[in-house]
């Protein structure tokens, strides 16, 4: 490797730093690599592992587009390195530059046909342009090079879920990257495992959403296991899943269940795979979560009056700003709303929270609730309140969805979650949401039209 190091001691200080870096990188300690790098490219700025290495490291600070900058460079430095070029398309795809990230994963493939990692990509770049399928064709090939890798083989799984092929994706749905390992013995369940006679352990994967869609399942579960189910979950869920009948306790806490209470852990997007559910035959028993009675009643004393002959509608116009796709998925704002509110006679409620909820003060019509929301039992309360909720694909949707609420879902055109297929306005998991879609991408006009035209019709049923 060049460098501009001209002594050997420098060369020497230079590979200590390395070592350290790497170190860092092991233990995951990213914004400590990344001082380490910059100090590695003040010296050597043409060292095209340290930028590619602190490329990697403000990936996970969420500095995509500096890490773009370093993957560019490091590329020029060494054209032929595939994985460069490779790794420079996956943060492409997060910033969503299909265009550049399809040019980088070819350039890839043009130096290493065999490269797993740009097969994979660019089946997901496709997939997102909807050339499905030239998607699923590079996504075999990523399979046939390696079998076992399971960015291709969980991408694939989305392709073929959002298609509706349930039965082929589950198998490789398995191979979800991001599943994690309990600090203690207990074995996680493996496709095929038996359950009867099993004291299960559900475990929060994903988010919110995640754990309420997946509820649904709590009952057939405990008669198929015939023993105790408990679910180790985030603190915002506990007081909602607490209620439930099927539940022996609700955890907040790895440190606390005791594993020697349990036979094997599940983590709980596991649980369609466990019932091999078909997008024909979704098991809906709504409404299935609940408010509580009491808490019900205090939160309806502390809203506003209902308005004379108008609904009660709930406002969620932003996600998680830190989920991959948030971009996509959320509004740009509370402004995008106006035409919204204001073909709609309604009584409206801002039902947004975190660093979004102080735009709802630019809405004069809109009622602000968040400060009710403290976790998702008080969510439920409020909810119970309202006559019908608009919002994008966030966790407040999965809520409604379980208690039965009407909601009308706003999804992306690109790239919407699997579990709302592509094409329908309904989806047999929640019966009485709609769903509302872009008929172009970052067209929410469309979607929002969909939404005040179903508003009108379940005012008039």
Same mark, same amino acid.
């Given at each position: ?47 095209? *592992? ?40 996956? *943060? ?40 499905? *399928? ?30 509706? &092929? ?9 191979? &979800? ?9 207990? =074995? ?36 198929? $296991? ?45 649980? =369609? ?12 028993? *709504? ?50 709303? +106006? $035409? ?9 409620? $801002?039902?947004? +929270? ?57 999804? %992306?055109?690109?790239? %919407? ?45």
């Amino acid at each position: 490797m060049q460098t501009d190091l001209s002594t050997p001691n420098d060369a020497a200080a230079l590979t200590a730093l390395h070592a350290e870096a790497e170190a860092l990188l092991s233990r995951q300690q990213w914004q400590a690599a990344d001082t380490v790098y910059q100090q590695i490219l003040a010296c050597s700025p043409l060292d095209a *592992v340290a930028l590619c290495n602190r490329a990697y490291c403000l990936e996970h600070l969420q500095q995509l587009p500096a890490a773009v900058e370093h993957y560019r460079h490091a590329l020029q430095l060494m054209p032929e390195e595939a994985r460069i070029a490779s790794n420079l398309a996956a *943060v492409l795809i997060r910033l969503g530059q299909w265009q550049e990230a399809e040019n980088a994963c070819r350039h890839a493939l043009e130096n290493d046909a065999g490269c797993v990692s740009a097969w994979s990509n660019l089946g997901m770049v496709l997939a997102c342009l909807r050339r499905e *399928v030239e998607a699923e064709s590079c996504l075999e090939t990523a399979l046939l090079l390696d079998p076992q890798h399971r960015l291709a083989s969980f991408n694939l799984s989305y392709l073929w879920l959002r298609q509706g &092929r349930w039965q082929s994706a589950w198998p490789l749905y398995e191979q &979800r990257p991001w599943l994690p390992d309990l600090p203690s013995d207990l =074995p996680r369940w493996q496709r095929g495992d038996a359950l009867h006679g099993k004291r299960i352990l559900l475990v929060q994967e994903g988010g919110y959403g995640d754990v309420m869609h997946m509820l649904r399942y709590l009952k057939a579960l405990r008669i198929l $296991s015939g023993c105790g189910i408990s679910l180790l979950c985030e603190p915002a869920l506990q007081r909602l899943l607490t209620a439930l009948p099927e539940l022996d306790a609700v955890y907040t806490s790895r440190s606390e269940p005791d594993p020697q209470a349990y036979d094997l852990w599940l983590p709980v997007l596991s649980l =369609p795979v466990v019932f091999d559910t078909r997008s024909n035959a979704i098991p809906a028993p *709504v409404p299935y979560l609940f408010a509580d009675e009491q808490e019900t009643a205090y939160m309806a004393a502390q809203l506003p009056p209902r308005a004379a002959g108008l609904p009660r509608i709930g406002l969620v116009w932003q996600g998680n700003t830190a989920f991959h796709n948030d971009a996509e998925r959320s509004l740009p704002s509370v402004q995008t709303l +106006t $035409s919204l509110i204001n073909s709609t006679r309604a009584q409206w409620f $801002s039902l947004q +929270t975190g660093a979004a909820a102080a735009q709802a003060d630019s809405l004069p019509a809109l009622i602000r609730a968040d400060h009710l929301l403290h976790d998702f039992a008080a969510t439920a309360a409020v909810l119970r309140q309202l006559d019908a909720l608009v919002t994008v694909d966030t966790a407040i949707a999965h809520l409604a969805g379980a208690m039965g609420i009407p909601c009308a879902l706003l999804l %992306p055109e690109r790239m %919407p979650d699997w579990r709302w297929l592509q094409h329908s306005c309904t989806t047999g998991w929640y019966p009485a949401t709609r769903l509302c879609r872009q008929q172009t991408a970052g067209d929410w006009d469309s979607a929002l039209t969909q939404a005040a035209n179903w508003l009108q019709t379940l005012a008039s049923a």
